[in-house]
């Protein structure tokens, strides 16, 4: 095992690959049925989806045939959402190469197609690829470009071993990202069965909300809460002040806190214990909803794009109100109200103000749905705090092997640090 490199080389990419544009498919020949074409649409930052990929018929497939994928092939996306990258698998084939989409043709004679796949999505390439991309919207890169890129290439042996390890930090975060959406999806289920069902119980009623436990009440949800409260606040002085980014599409956390002087009664105003609705596209879609908690100043001042409810102790706990306004009932009856110009919309305050009804158990029972949903919600914290651990594992670990800082033996695949 050597400390120096002196086994590496630093190659244009173009030198042991080439980046194949796709074909300019025309639009006019899309369909339902054939073959999927892979469009920059179909380039996400997890990878390669064709579920809602267009067709072209097979018919027309004469003389394109160069354009059809293969299992392995390492896409990157040239438009639009630059550097996005993703490989083919059995899932995704027969597909066809669009334009603005390249695939590299490795000689694998010099070149791991699994080493550049890392390579590709490593920060420092990443970095390099927003540099080349030409100016306007959406920006764009030229084969040319991506080819003209000088990379630090070990030996076929180094870069397989480099590859594998992290592929398994890859496959780590594959297997954290399946038990966080079976979480996700047993706590949505368990949540729309307990604020329908709750516990235990055994005599129902029906209401204008469906079969409800007979110990429940339906009634309007301004019946036990406030809509924008508008709290008055001291000009002048500085408040916690809480961004759209600082709200979870999954949790009820507050992610962090922002301060700002309160100059004009403009803004939404809270505090701890209200919840946080977003109501603008596409934010009330992706789910983003907050409760507020231990403020240090117990209020608080944030975007306007939040609508406050403010939940009366008496009748109804914070953390209840807050599932019941992510229910999948509530959530699909807001979005379906929401109006405006596209990309826009909003979800009327009317809709909480006026509109909603909630089903209400006692105090008591709203206490232990609470506690039994909290504790999907921490269960899902912890693969969250997980799964960013990876993310700066693979981010650091990526630095080191492809640059060489680290070096790796092929055959005893342990680490050896370079001096």
Same mark, same amino acid.
């Given at each position: 095992m050597t400390d120096q490199r002196h086994?590496?080389?630093?190659?244009?990419?173009?030198?042991?690959?080439?980046?194949?544009?796709?074909f300019a498919f025309k639009s006019a020949a899309f369909t339902d049925r054939g073959i999927p074409i892979v469009r920059m649409s179909n380039m996400k930052e997890a990878g390669l989806d064709l579920s809602d990929a267009v067709c072209y018929p097979d018919e027309?497939?004469?003389?394109?045939?160069?354009?059809?994928?293969?299992?392995?092939?390492?896409?990157?996306?040239?438009?639009?959402? /630059?550097?996005?990258?993703? @490989?083919?698998?059995?899932?995704? #084939?027969?597909? $066809? +190469?669009? =334009?603005?989409v390249g695939r590299f043709l490795v000689d694998e004679s010099q070149l791991s197609v699994d080493f550049l796949a890392q390579l590709v999505k490593s920060a420092s390439f990443q970095k390099t690829l927003r540099m080349l991309a030409s100016g306007g919207a959406p920006a764009n890169l030229s084969a040319k470009d991506v080819e003209g890129i000088l990379i630090d290439l070990p030996t076929l042996k180094e870069q397989r071993r480099i590859a594998e390890i992290l592929a398994s930090i890859d496959q780590a975060l594959v297997?954290?990202?399946? /038990?966080?959406?079976?979480? @996700?999806?047993?706590?949505?289920? #368990?949540?729309? $069965? +307990?604020? =329908?069902?709750?516990?235990?119980?055994?005599?129902?009623?029906?209401?204008?909300?469906?079969?409800?436990?007979?110990?429940?009440?339906?009634?309007?949800?301004?019946?036990?809460?406030?809509?924008?409260?508008?709290?008055?606040?001291?000009?002048?002085?500085?408040?916690?002040?809480?961004?759209?980014?600082?709200?979870?599409?999954?949790?009820?956390?507050?992610?962090?806190?922002?301060?700002?002087?309160?100059?004009?009664?403009?803004?939404?105003?809270?505090?701890?214990?209200?919840?946080?609705?977003?109501?603008?596209?596409?934010?009330?879609?992706?789910?983003?909803?907050? +409760?507020? =908690?231990?403020?240090?100043?117990?209020?608080?001042?944030?975007?306007?794009?939040?609508?406050?409810?403010?939940?009366?102790p008496e009748q109804i706990l914070p953390e209840f109100l807050y599932y019941t306004v992510r229910s999948e009932r509530v959530r699909s009856y807001a979005m379906s109200r929401m109006g405006g110009t596209t990309g826009r919309q909003r979800v009327p305050s009317e809709v909480f103000k006026e509109e909603l009804q909630i089903a209400l158990p006692p105090l008591d029972e709203q206490k232990r749905i609470g506690e039994i949903l909290r504790g999907f919600d921490q269960k899902i914290a912890a693969e969250q705090r997980g799964r960013k651990g990876l993310q700066e594992l693979k981010a650091g670990l990526s630095e080191l092997l492809l640059s060489g800082q680290t070096r790796v033996v092929p055959s005893d695949a342990c680490l050896c640090e370079s001096k």
């Open positions: 086994d590496w080389q630093q190659v244009a990419l173009g030198s042991v690959c080439r980046l194949q544009g796709g027309l497939l004469l003389g394109l045939e160069r354009f059809l994928l293969e299992p392995g092939d390492l896409l990157l996306g040239l438009s639009g959402s /630059i550097g996005f990258s993703a @490989q083919v698998t059995e899932a995704h #084939t027969p597909s $066809l +190469l669009n =334009q603005r297997k954290t990202d399946a /038990i966080l959406a079976q979480t @996700q999806e047993v706590k949505q289920g #368990t949540m729309d $069965l +307990l604020l =329908q069902k709750g516990i235990g119980h055994e005599s129902f009623r029906q209401t204008e909300l469906g079969e409800l436990p007979a110990s429940w009440q339906a009634l309007p949800l301004k019946k036990v809460c406030k809509v924008n409260p508008g709290y008055r606040l001291n000009r002048g002085e500085t408040y916690p002040y809480i961004e759209m980014a600082a709200l979870d599409t999954t949790l009820p956390d507050i992610q962090y806190l922002l301060e700002r002087e309160v100059k004009s009664p403009g803004g939404s105003r809270f505090k701890s214990g209200d919840v946080l609705f977003a109501r603008i596209t596409p934010c009330t879609e992706n789910g983003k909803i907050g +409760l507020v =908690q231990d403020l240090p100043s117990n209020y608080g001042v944030g975007s306007t794009e939040f609508i406050v409810l403010s939940p009366s």
